[in-house]
């Protein structure tokens, strides 16, 4: 079992910046990917950014703007955006895959003046 809580989310401007926190406990070894999706309202989750040991991969509105890093000391990955748009406004989930998908309950950012 893996355990997985976001932090970071909150209320930010437009071109404004966040940083969102995933940390990961229970059966860490086992993960093998980790990676953040968001859903708006009326929306279906998508992929936002994804990392693996070896490489990352970014959906075509993160890219430029966000970037997935994993502290492995510490359990948890981080996505820093930047340049926030108002279309950027979403649950952000945290993902991991061992190879069972497991989810956080999500964190909440709102882009607007």
């Known amino acids: 079992q893996v355990q997985l809580v976001e932090s970071g989310g909150g209320l930010v401007q437009p071109g404004g910046s966040l940083r969102l926190s995933c940390a990961a406990s229970?059966?860490?070894?086992?993960?093998?990917?980790m990676g953040w999706y968001r859903q708006a309202p009326g929306k279906q989750r998508e992929l936002v950014a994804h990392i693996t040991s070896g490489s990352t991969n970014y959906a075509d509105s993160a890219k430029g703007r966000f970037t997935i890093t994993r502290d492995n000391d510490k359990n948890t990955v981080y996505l820093q955006m930047n340049s926030l748009k108002p279309g950027d406004a979403a649950v952000y989930y945290c993902n991991a895959v061992s190879p069972l998908h497991y989810w956080g309950k999500g964190t909440l950012v709102t882009v607007s003046s």
């Open positions: 229970g059966i860490i070894v086992s993960i093998n990917a």
